[in-house]
């Protein structure tokens, strides 16, 4: 969601700032826009649309050394070139990530005194705050400072102002925000996957810090006073993002489980580490804090926390949790789920956890992310950047981590399940997924961690196919959803756990008494009547990875729908990567 990006240094800024936003592509967008100094005059170049149609409008003999960049992914007002940034208002151009939640009541303050706005962004608006307040201090320091107490929400800013040819100034609150440090060149971005072919060294902004950038130095305040920030180095290899010949990141990312995986299991059982990773067992009360597919990890984890450790665990969604009334104490336990450790509505449940005292442990894929840096412990589940939209890869490793935590005070030792997913790689999803192409509604069903797994499953169809899907807890389905089901209605039921399989059967058989077009997942220790389905997908059995296994292969039967159907897999509509908006 919404990438800056900004160049000040040596090299041609242009070519800096395309590359940036290319890295920043994974986060969604749907416009893009450029401004730079040329001829010590800024030009801007934005549109709706994909980078490289941007790139069909640059002037290849533009060769400035300093400018600024973005993606936006629309909020306030629709993707078009008006709304798109950089805005530009008086003396002041800027790009900007997060959203001013009062730009309505600024607008008016504006109005009265004479500014007029061209879009109906909340970004124009702060654009002419800025220049508002800029006119009357002629100094951005102090600026963006008062800036602080004006506007509410989020914000990371990346700004130019006309006739100062050499500095870039930077500010963020809510919103992500980093600098890459060359001698002669300095690189701002939304997150390291746009610096990292620049430079491995970097700072990360804190909220309220204000940076001058220019090309040999840089000056961070917090406060009004110039602040030493650690400079941090980079030390992890981020692949090249590359499809690698497959035909999507999606993919690519749900190929890349096996050794995911396998590398994890192999490193704590092999080695005997499963100690090293946090206690738990100790924490009378334990939440789970995620969004989306975070927060379905989540329900998988309560399953087994509960099971193995006999502690109860509430799974709150984090876009709700600060909304509602908290039971959370101070000895608790906060597990955050995150992928991206941006998104806006889990770092404010983590604050609102570390307001009380609770202990948070972070469960991260991105290195010093915002989440990963408030919480008190993290694991970083390693699963490599992530660049379709749907996650697959970091939704099995958080799963695996969660069960890892549960059974880390046991004598359990987990075999390499490399044979297993490879089974699951191999079936034909063509053939499962003929009757759901045409369909526009999808039923999943399960009970129990089941019904868990079938909450994952259907929310991976329905982001990447566009067909409306429901997961139900399939006793649930006579209380009100049968009467939606009908001659050929597709039904996909997740049967993996033995002890309530029978249940399940019950509600497939009265699916199908209805017409329904069954498709099962379930573990091959099942025994199940042949006249009960239409098609089965068999999962190799597991004591414990069954949810592992069997998502995989709900990733790939989502996967092949949305080919056949011709989505854009790795960039669903409407969606972003890294949700760093409420
Ligand atoms: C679905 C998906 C989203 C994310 C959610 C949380 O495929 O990717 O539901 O899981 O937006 O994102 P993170 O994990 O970055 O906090």
């Known amino acids: 969601m919404c990438g800056i990006i900004g160049y000040v240094g040596k090299n041609n800024a242009l070519k800096a700032l395309i590359n940036g936003l290319k890295a920043l592509e994974y986060r969604g967008y749907d416009s893009v826009g450029v401004a730079y100094f040329l001829n010590d005059k800024i030009k801007i170049i934005k549109d709706k649309g994909r980078i490289n149609e941007l790139e069909n409008n640059i002037d290849i003999n533009d060769l400035p050394n300093i400018g600024i960049g973005h993606t936006r992914w629309a909020t306030h007002g629709v993707p078009n070139k008006i709304n798109a940034h950089p805005h530009s208002v008086g003396n002041i151009t800027l790009v900007h990530n997060g959203i001013i939640e009062n730009y309505l009541e600024l607008k008016e303050e504006l109005i009265k005194h004479d500014y007029n706005f061209k879009s109906d962004t909340d970004t124009e608006v702060a654009c002419a705050y800025i220049d508002y307040l800029y006119k009357n201090n002629?100094?951005?320091?102090k600026t963006l400072h008062e800036i602080q107490n004006i506007f509410i929400g989020s914000y990371a800013l990346c700004i130019l102002i006309n006739n100062d040819f050499n500095n870039i100034y930077i500010t963020k609150k809510g919103s992500p925000l980093i600098l890459g440090i060359n001698t002669d060149e300095k690189i701002i971005a939304s997150d390291i996957s746009a610096i990292i072919s620049y430079t491995k060294n970097y700072i990360i902004l804190e909220d309220n810090d204000i940076g001058i950038i220019n090309r040999d130095n840089y000056k961070i305040y917090n406060n009004n006073k110039l602040i030493n920030k650690e400079i941090l180095t980079f030390d992890k290899n981020i692949d090249s993002i590359s499809k690698d010949g497959y035909d999507h990141f999606m993919l690519k990312e749900i190929y890349e489980e096996n050794e995911l995986i396998n590398n994890t299991l192999n490193h704590y059982f092999n080695n005997n580490l499963l100690s090293s990773l946090p206690d738990i067992s100790k924490y009378k009360s334990i939440y789970i804090v995620g969004c989306g597919s975070a927060y379905n990890t989540g329900l998988v984890g309560k399953y087994y926390i509960e099971k193995y450790l006999n502690i109860p665990v509430y799974v709150e969604l984090a876009s709700e949790f600060r909304y509602k009334k908290l039971f959370i104490k101070e000895n608790d336990l906060v597990i955050a789920i995150s992928q991206s450790g941006e998104t806006a509505d889990t770092i404010e449940a983590v604050k609102i956890a570390k307001e009380r005292n609770a202990k948070v442990l972070g469960i991260i894929n991105t290195y010093q992310s915002t989440i990963a840096r408030l919480s008190d412990e993290v694991i970083y589940i390693n699963a490599g950047i992530e660049v379709a939209v749907a996650t697959t890869k970091a939704y099995s490793l958080q799963v695996l981590y969660l069960i890892l935590l549960a059974l880390r005070n046991s004598n359990i030792v987990i075999n390499n399940i490399d044979k297993e997913i490879n089974t699951i790689y191999n079936y034909d999803y063509k053939k499962y997924i003929k009757h759901l192409v045409n369909t526009e509604h999808i039923f999943f069903i399960g009970r129990g961690i089941d019904y868990y797994l079938s909450v994952e499953g259907c929310l991976k169809l329905k982001e990447i196919s566009y067909i409306h899907a429901e997961s139900y807890a399939a006793g649930e389905l006579k209380h009100g959803t049968i009467s939606l089901?009908?001659?050929?209605?597709?039904?996909?039921?997740?049967?993996?756990?033995?002890?309530?399989?029978?249940?399940?059967?019950?509600?497939?058989?009265?699916?199908?008494?209805?017409?329904?077009?069954?498709?099962?997942?379930?573990?091959?220790?099942i025994n199940i009547d042949k006249e009960i389905y239409d098609e089965i997908i068999s999962i190799p059995y597991n004591k414990y990875l069954l949810p592992i296994l069997s998502i995989i292969s709900m990733q790939l039967l989502s996967y092949y729908v949305a080919k056949e159907k011709k989505c854009d897999i790795d960039k669903p509509r409407n969606l972003a990567k890294s949700v760093t908006v409420e």
């Open 138 to 141: 002629n100094d951005m320091l």
């Open 485 to 525: 089901i009908d001659k050929g209605t597709p039904v996909i039921a997740i049967i993996t756990d033995n002890d309530i399989a029978k249940k399940t059967i019950s509600n497939i058989k009265e699916v199908k008494a209805r017409g329904a077009h069954v498709i099962i997942v379930a573990s091959d220790n």
